[in-house]
């Protein structure tokens, strides 16, 4: 799908106030959509993402031999296909989505048939190396260009392994698992930081054994998914626009409903109360083993202090960390982000493209192989924004642009669909101008 691209110009803001409820969380929604597709029966799904990568997974799952139906903008039937993918004679297109990518691989590397998986120039560039490895150890014969898509899988049975990934990645992790899944054996991946574990959690939904230490994750397969009904959480990782927004005016109130809560998600949280925002969480319920509730904010009168993201906290935010960039300048002490190198391998390289995009704004910053400095109390401009077509970039930017002086264009918003197509709107309705 080719959008247009488009520019948008964001003003600055006097507060935030107000209620949302979100598109439902992109990684839940990639894995309810490949385990409804690969199990027996009709499962139906509510609040289901709207951004394009989700439409990615869905569009390679019917292409798969599921039976896929939307059923208005954010409800979805898929009828799986019991275990067993129907070959397919054409690439399979995941646009702009390594979930999608990495994810299939291990779905597809134990069926039957050869498989090609593509996509956009921006996932073309993303390292593939790391589910090819874990996956040849299982035997699997799998294909790449100079570690890079596409990717050719030729379908073979596979060996149950025990591995220990090389860099946190629940997508890596989900690849294992699901190609363990269809293996006979019991397959172990473990990791030194304990990544999104929406896999496990959708794994037991589905009806499938699965068991857990404090850093290893285990499936004995094969075993069989049976169909299930699920209502997906709001989204954390767009939340976290607003949550940063919110936080930097110092009249704010947002309230945010139905939000995805998972401990491995839901670190921002904590690194925002650090920075002296306060925030209550409200009405928790567990959904599927998904801990869903509501969330209000409010800033600090005194303004936001100052934190450092580094170790595993770097990997548990990395989705978060241009935002939370873009707010620093805004901060009264700064934030310090180390270890964050895995961002220079998502869909842009986040760290050149904050650093570039704070600087164009007026703001002094450092660059870091594996993070950025940005020093506090600082006072920015608007400017034109480059988003690398990156939705993050885009969607960050808008948020700096809030309490920017003057106007901000941001090239490229419509990238902003990939994980969030309401961004804009809601943004408009909550940022008092
Ligand atoms: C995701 C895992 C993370 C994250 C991505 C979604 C997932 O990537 O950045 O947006 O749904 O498993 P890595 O596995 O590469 O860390």
């Not at 629940?170 to 899944?181: M, R, S, Y």
């Not at 110092?250 to 925002?277: C, Y």
């Amino acid at each position: 799908m080719h959008t247009a691209v488009q520019e948008r110009i964001i003003r600055p803001a006097r507060n935030i106030l107000g209620s949302l409820r979100l598109p439902g969380d992109k990684s839940i929604s990639h894995r309810y959509a490949m385990l409804g597709a690969f199990a027996a029966g009709t499962s139906r799904f509510t609040n289901f993402s709207t951004g394009a990568d989700c439409a990615s997974t869905l569009t390679c799952m019917r292409a798969l031999g599921a039976k896929v139906n939307r059923l208005g903008t954010d409800a979805v039937e898929i009828t799986g296909v019991a275990g067993r993918a129907t070959p397919v004679d054409h690439p399979l297109d995941c646009g702009n989505s390594g979930s999608t990518m990495r994810m299939i691989s291990g779905l597809l590397a134990p069926q039957q048939g050869r498989f090609t998986l593509i996509g956009d120039s921006s996932l073309s560039r993303r390292p593939m190396e790391r589910i090819r490895k874990p996956l040849e150890a299982m035997s699997a014969r799998i294909t790449l260009t100079d570690g890079h898509a596409p990717v050719i899988i030729e379908g073979t049975r596979l060996e149950a392994i025990d591995y220990t990934t090389p860099v946190p990645s629940a997508q890596v992790k989900t690849c294992i698992l699901l190609a363990g899944l269809q293996t006979s054996g019991t397959t172990t991946v473990r990791e030194s930081v304990r990544t999104r574990d929406h896999s496990e959690l959708a794994l037991r939904a589905f009806g499938a054994t699965v068991t857990r230490t404090l850093d290893s994750v285990s499936v004995a397969g094969p075993q069989p998914l049976h169909a299930i009904e699920a209502a997906v959480p709001g989204d954390i990782s767009s939340a976290a626009f607003f949550l940063c927004a919110a936080a930097l005016f110092p009249r704010s109130g947002l309230v945010i409903e139905s939000l995805g809560l998972n401990p491995t998600r839901a670190t921002l949280l904590d690194v925002l109360t650090a920075l002296g925002a306060h925030i209550a969480v409200l009405n928790l319920e567990e959904k599927h083993a998904e801990l869903v509730g509501t969330v209000q904010i409010t800033a600090p009168a005194e303004g936001l202090g100052s934190t450092e993201v580094s170790g595993a906290l770097a990997a548990q935010l990395i989705d978060e960390l241009p935002v939370l960039a873009s707010i620093a300048p805004f901060t009264r002490g700064g934030i310090r982000i180390r270890d964050a190198r895995e961002l220079r391998v998502k869909e842009s390289d986040r760290i050149a493209l904050v650093a570039k995009n704070l600087r164009a704004m007026g703001a002094e910053v450092i660059e870091f192989e594996d993070g950025l400095d940005v020093p506090g109390g600082q006072t920015l401009h608007g400017a034109p924004i480059d988003s690398g077509g990156d939705h993050r970039i885009a969607m960050a930017f808008s948020v700096a642009a809030l309490k920017a002086k003057g106007e901000t264009l941001i090239q490229g918003a419509e990238s902003a669909a990939i994980s969030f197509p309401e961004f804009f709107d809601l943004l408009d309705l909550v940022a008092e101008r």
